[in-house]
């Protein structure tokens, strides 16, 4: 048999779930998944992705819903996720994306009470039967290793 470690899911086993909004909570103190904290947006990598560069793109401001969002905020998210996207095309060469927000906790939004964007890019062959027949992922990079190689290209996002 063998073993696959992932010491970082731990921590969401375990966790509680009164730590507040992790957007919000990413805006205050430095955080070691934080991309880009701009004026309007921010991007984070997902701390439990489904695959290696799985971000989150979301409004600074702490809102629900797309109604919510400013004619400028719209175009301010949109702007980042198109960024994101081509930055995670130049550094980890995708074969493609999703791309997309879930809406309520029916549609599946782990954090609801803050809008955000996931980008998930995906290569051919990058899912087998481990994940249908085991419900498990195998992510082949660290995320600290993940972050290093992001970060310094999103220095100059604005």
């Known amino acids: 048999m063998e073993t696959m470690w992932a010491p970082w899911r731990i921590e969401y086993i375990l966790g509680g779930k009164d730590q507040g909004c992790v957007f919000c909570n990413a805006l205050g103190k430095h955080d070691e998944l ?3 904290k701009g004026k309007d947006t921010m991007v984070v990598m997902n701390k439990f992705p489904y695959i290696n560069g799985h971000l989150l793109v979301a409004p600074v401001r702490h809102i629900s819903r797309l109604d919510q969002l400013s004619e ?3 175009g301010k998210l949109l702007l980042t996720v198109q960024r994101s996207v ?4 130049e550094v980890m060469h995708p074969d493609g994306f999703n791309v997309g927000l879930n809406l309520g906790k029916v549609a ?5 009470e803050h809008l955000h964007f996931h980008i998930v890019p ?3 062959g990058d899912t087998n039967a481990l994940t249908v027949f085991a419900d498990v992922r195998v992510i082949p990079e660290h995320l600290e290793a993940t972050y290093q190689n992001l970060k310094p ?5 604005v």
């Open 153 to 157: 290209h999103f220095a100059d996002l």
């Open 72 to 74: 400028t905020e719209m």
């Open 122 to 124: 995906r290569w051919f």
């Open 34 to 36: 934080t991309l880009f």
């Open 108 to 112: 599946g939004a782990g954090v609801e």
């Open 86 to 89: 081509g930055i995670l095309k």
